[in-house]
T-cell receptor, first 114, second 115 residues
């Protein structure tokens, strides 16, 4: 089975702190994704990576950056956390190419910024 | 752009009741359509999918049929169980163009099934 793990289930940070959210997948998937999930808004794509060191902005990249130095690991970085970044963050991965139908999700990290 | 609209929740049913969660979409061409489920405290799991018009996806007693003429992909189950309590997300993925990796999600529908 595909396994996507996220470094923390719950995280509390202060405004202005630099925050790292880590995601690791064990199925050699090319594509990795970061979403945020908010009540009434569903899931929104923050960033996408289709290969090591390659990334594309999603729908809401402002205030975030990402890093993908190894194929299995995709990090989301909040350079200076703000209270409006309090949310559930979900990582996902999928095969690349024409058969990249299914995205496999991690359990999520609930981040609170105070 | 692409969009997915699903019925607002929450939906509360008794065990063994019939379930329908409506989902309609806007997209160019012929996207692939998905239902994902999120159980409490967990990430999303793929429930079922359909990749072309008139396809029926099914899994765990749930079904959804890809209706191109009505741009719909409604989720149904004949007899729900307490264990089906979760949030359900409808999603689409374009099958052409530069963003064909990208899923567009609906806002989710919370289902609660009471014994």
């Amino acid at each position: 089975d595909v396994k996507v793990t996220q470094s923390s289930r719950y995280l509390v940070k202060r405004t202005g702190e630099k925050v790292f959210l880590e995601c690791v997948q064990d199925m050699d998937h090319e594509n990795m994704f970061w979403y945020r999930q908010d009540p009434g808004l569903g899931l929104r794509l923050i960033y996408f990576s289709y290969d090591v060191k390659m990334k594309e902005k999603g729908d809401i990249p402002e205030g975030y950056s990402v890093s993908r130095e190894k194929k299995e690991r995709f990090s989301l970085i909040l350079e200076s956390a703000s209270t409006n970044q309090t949310s559930m963050y979900l990582c996902a991965s999928s095969l690349g190419g024409a058969t990249s139908y299914e995205q496999y999700f991690g359990p999520g990290t609930r981040l609170t910024v105070t | 752009g692409n969009s997915v609209t699903q019925m607002e929740g929450p939906v509360t049913l008794s065990e063994e009741a019939f379930l329908t969660i409506n989902c309609t979409y806007t997209a160019t061409g012929y996207p692939s359509l998905f239902w994902y489920v999120q159980y409490p405290g967990e990430g999303l799991q793929l429930l079922l999918k359909a990749t072309k018009a008139d396809d029926k996806g099914s899994n765990k007693g749930f079904e959804a049929t890809y209706r191109k003429e009505t741009t719909s992909f409604h989720l149904e189950k004949g007899s729900v169980q307490v264990s089906d309590s979760a949030v359900y997300f409808c999603a689409l993925r374009p099958n052409s163009g530069g963003s064909n990796y990208k899923l567009t999600f609906g806002k989710g529908t919370l289902l609660t099934v009471n014994p």
